[in-house]
């Protein structure tokens, strides 16, 4: 299983790891050894549920977005929720995007709130933010001027 992965890996533009994973797969959860490992990759995400999570982007940019601080009912579903989030502002964005800071900041903040919006409603299904987007464009513009007026989460 384990090498079958691996070689999956080798074909990726972008690798999107939990900490364990990363870990287990490839030995480390740092998005810039991974990238070292895997020359291929145009980025790498690792995310560490609530602690949020960390980026490295051939470009150059590397960096930590923090989690969102939510009374938390269930974690299930919060990767792929991290995940769909993150391919949205990837797509919005293009791929000129990622060698823009506050852009890739946006990009990551937006994925984490997806991420957190999932983990407050038990079971992976009920709380998907795609079926409460104005919830998740609500939270999109709070991350996006607490941004601008230079606040963190």
Do not use: C
């Not at 949205?88 to 852009?103: D, I, K, P, Y």
Request: aromatic share 8%.
């Amino acid at each position: 299983m384990k090498e079958k992965t691996l070689a999956l890996m080798q074909r990726a533009d972008f690798l999107k790891l939990s900490e364990g994973e990363a870990k287990w797969l490839l030995g480390t959860a740092d998005p810039l050894d991974i990238l070292r490992q895997l020359e291929q990759l145009e980025g790498v995400f690792v995310t560490s549920g609530r602690l949020g999570a960390a980026y490295a982007f051939t470009q150059g940019l590397v960096g930590q977005q923090a989690g969102f601080v939510t009374a938390v009912q269930d974690a299930a579903g919060a990767g792929e929720s991290f995940l769909a989030g993150l391919l949205h502002q990837l797509v919005a964005l293009g791929m000129g995007g990622l060698s823009n800071t506050s852009q890739v900041e946006m990009m990551m903040r937006y994925a984490s709130a997806a991420a957190a919006l999932t983990t407050m409603k038990a079971g992976a299904i009920a709380p998907n933010p795609v079926m409460q987007k104005s919830s998740l464009f609500w939270w999109a513009e709070l991350i996006s001027s607490r941004a601008s007026d230079g606040r963190r989460n």
